[in-house]
């Protein structure tokens, strides 16, 4: 496992030595499903992305429960040089993007009486996605993109879906 871990980093840290056109580190709170966003830039058109979110379910108005949410991405800028070319932004990794994603929520609520069956969701998948900031730091941030879902009792098919209002509050190039 140790070797993998090595060549994985390797490997981006080789990458890193292009020069970037997405950014070296960003910050991004989510206003939509509250959270937090960190990517860094690991070669000229990628970015790893670490996400905490906290996710909420109501059943019958009664039972509620809050839960945690995360999420790894290795986000693939492909249309960074074509946004340049036709003289649009960039910044803050504004583009679309491919990314496989892994995905992990608690079946157990921090907050509220609320825990499903399993003590875990989790997902793997590829997601296409596209994200917006404006200059102001107002960021937009649309994926979708199959997966496998599993827990402890099942398994299928199904999609990965996210969409994302929030702010970069780190200094954009």
Same mark, same amino acid.
């Given at each position: 496992?140790?070797?993998?871990?090595?060549?994985?980093?390797?490997?981006?840290?080789?990458?890193?030595?292009?020069?970037?056109?997405?950014?070296?580190?960003?910050?991004t709170?989510?206003?939509?499903?509250?959270?937090?966003?960190y990517?860094?830039? %690991? +070669?000229? *058109? $990628?970015?790893?992305?670490?996400?905490? @979110?906290? !996710? =909420?379910a109501?059943?019958?108005?009664?039972?509620?429960?809050?839960?945690?949410?995360?999420?790894?991405?290795?986000?693939?800028?492909?249309?960074?040089q074509?946004?340049?070319?036709?003289?649009?932004? %960039? +910044?803050? *990794? $504004?583009?679309?993007?491919?990314?496989? @994603?892994? !995905? =992990?929520?608690?079946?157990?609520?921090?907050?509220?009486?609320?825990?499903?069956?399993?003590?875990?969701?989790?997902?793997?998948?590829?997601?296409?996605?596209?994200?917006?900031v404006?200059?102001?730091?107002l960021?937009?941030?649309?994926?979708?993109?199959?997966?496998?879902?599993?827990?402890?009792?099942?398994?299928?098919?199904?999609?990965?879906?996210?969409?994302?209002?929030?702010?970069?509050?780190?200094?954009?190039?």
């Amino acid at each position: 496992m140790r070797i993998i871990a090595f060549l994985f980093i390797t490997f981006f840290y080789i990458h890193a030595t292009i020069a970037q056109t997405v950014e070296d580190h960003q910050l991004t709170i989510n206003a939509l499903l509250p959270g937090v966003v960190y990517e860094h830039g %690991i +070669s000229k *058109n $990628s970015t790893l992305a670490a996400e905490a @979110t906290i !996710g =909420f379910a109501l059943i019958g108005g009664i039972d509620y429960g809050i839960y945690p949410i995360g999420r790894l991405e290795y986000r693939h800028y492909y249309n960074m040089q074509r946004r340049l070319d036709k003289g649009k932004r %960039i +910044s803050g *990794n $504004s583009g679309n993007y491919l990314a496989p @994603t892994l !995905g =992990f929520q608690s079946g157990k609520a921090v907050i509220g009486d609320l825990d499903y069956a399993s003590d875990f969701f989790a997902a793997a998948g590829v997601v296409y996605g596209l994200q917006r900031v404006g200059r102001k730091g107002l960021c937009f941030r649309f994926e979708v993109g199959p997966a496998y879902f599993f827990d402890e009792f099942d398994n299928n098919f199904g999609l990965f879906t996210a969409l994302k209002l929030g702010w970069v509050v780190n200094k954009r190039n």
